[in-house]
C-alpha cells in the first residue's frame, strides 16, 4: 500500500507559478512510476505529466513547455513545477503511483486525495 499526499496547492494570477509536492510513503517509491492528474470542474480527469523510474517524462500537450515533473527518490517526493499557469489550468491536481506503469499510462493504481490549483486574477 502506497500512501500519497499532496501540498503546494492555492490561488495565484495568471502568468504565475505555483510548485507542487506530493509526499509518498514506502521504501520503493523509486521503483514507481509517479503521475500528476488534474480535474477541472465539470470535465474528466487528466493526465498531466508522468514521470517513470527511469526518469523517463511525459506531459499532456496542454502544459508542455510549462510544467515540469522531477522526483527525489532519496526524500520520497513528487513535485511539478508550474510556471506561466492559465485560467484553464485551475483543476484539482491529484498525484499518482504504480508499480507497472509507463510513460503513457492508462490508468494508476495509487492517489491521493488532491490539491485544489486556482488561476485567476
Known amino acids: 500500500q502506497v500512501q500519497l499526499v499532496e501540498s503546494g496547492g492555492g490561488l495565484v494570477q495568471p502568468g504565475g507559478s505555483l510548485r507542487l509536492a506530493c509526499a509518498a510513503s514506502g521504501s520503493i517509491f523509486r521503483l514507481y512510476t509517479m503521475g500528476w492528474y488534474r480535474q477541472a470542474p465539470g470535465k474528466e480527469r487528466e493526465l498531466v505529466a508522468v514521470?517513470?523510474?527511469?526518469?523517463?517524462?511525459n506531459y499532456a500537450d496542454a502544459v508542455r513547455g510549462r510544467f515540469t515533473i522531477s522526483r527525489d527518490n532519496t526524500g520520497n517526493t513528487l513535485y511539478l513545477q508550474m510556471n506561466s499557469l492559465k485560467p484553464e489550468d485551475t483543476a484539482v491536481y491529484f498525484c499518482t503511483a504504480d508499480p507497472l506503469a509507463g510513460p503513457s499510462p492508462n490508468g494508476m493504481l495509487y492517489w491521493g486525495k488532491g490539491t485544489l490549483v486556482t488561476v485567476s486574477s
Open positions: 514521470i517513470t523510474s527511469r526518469g523517463i517524462t
